[in-house]
């Protein structure tokens, strides 16, 4: 029976360890939130200044809810652009000095989608070990050739990117602040490897905000 497959992988996660459960907590200010009954503070999220509680985003909102309603309705590639990502993206664009901005609705998408865009079944992906999940799964669904070096371990980085005569595009991808540890890569290093290889660098900036 299917249920009981399902039970056993579940039980097989529980052994292991691997088992993960939704926790609903409630949002106090910045770091801090309520967990069945407990005030805690959070490590582990992404509102760094906690401006999910800023008034002025909080007003922001409700403007803009008021002016568009909620949700966009469609995809941003059908129907779903409008004139408020445009001032968004550009104003981002002016913010990080750069040509255009393109804004993703969460971290796993925007690698998903850097990877997916920019990497064929031509072109090889050099990448740090303990780069983000949702880049390894970015550079699978690409159908990128790819190959993983031990954690900031640039010798072997080099060494992969030398033997790559057959590949039309070479990408090397790293974390700049990894996840899982809080470690930074070495850019000033990676940079030096992608000009000596031809390569393109995608760096997953995290700490950019
Ligand atoms: C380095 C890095 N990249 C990507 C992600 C995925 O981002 P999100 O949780 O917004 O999907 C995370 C998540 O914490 C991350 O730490």
Redesign the pocket.
Known sequence: MLTDLLQEELSGLKEKNLYRRILSLKSLRGPKALLEGREILLFCG?DYLGLSQHPRVIEAAQNAAERYGVGSGAARLISGTSDLHEQLERELAQLKKKERALVFT???LA?LGVLTALAGEKDLIVMDKFC?A?LIDGARLSGASLRVFPHKNYERCEELLSKTDSFSKKILVS?TVF?MDGDLADLKELIRIKEKYGALLVV?R?DAF
Request: hydrophobic residues 10%.
């Open positions: 992404n969460a971290g796993y690698n983000h949702s974390d996840s997953d995290r």
